[in-house]
């Protein structure tokens, strides 16, 4: 069982580490084709990938905030994650057929 951090951002790397989130792979982008039932993949992810993920049997954690307007776009820091109340929130998404 593996688990992934998906993110190309340092300031959520940094801030996944104070949080004490144990990782065994941090990739900018997720090969779906590697995640196995049994994985946690956590990140900000396209909504089809999500749910290709957790239909794979794998859990899913979005990293979710509430970034205000003038922030969008910008590289944000742990610090300003944290002020923004970021937070894993655990979602099962499937697609309907």
Not at 73 to 83: F, H, I, N, P, Y
């Amino acid at each position: 069982m593996t688990t992934w951090f998906v993110t190309r951002h340092p300031g959520a790397i940094e801030w996944a580490a104070r949080q004490g989130l144990t990782v065994d792979r941090q990739v900018a982008h997720l090969d779906i084709d590697a995640v196995q039932a049994g994985d946690t993949v956590i990140g900000i992810l396209p909504i089809h990938l999500a749910a290709e993920a957790c239909a794979r049997g794998a859990r899913f954690f979005n990293l979710s905030l509430d970034v205000p307007p003038q922030a969008r776009g910008q590289e944000l820091d742990a610090d300003t994650l944290e002020r923004l109340g970021a937070r894993l929130e655990e979602y099962i998404v499937t697609r309907k057929e």
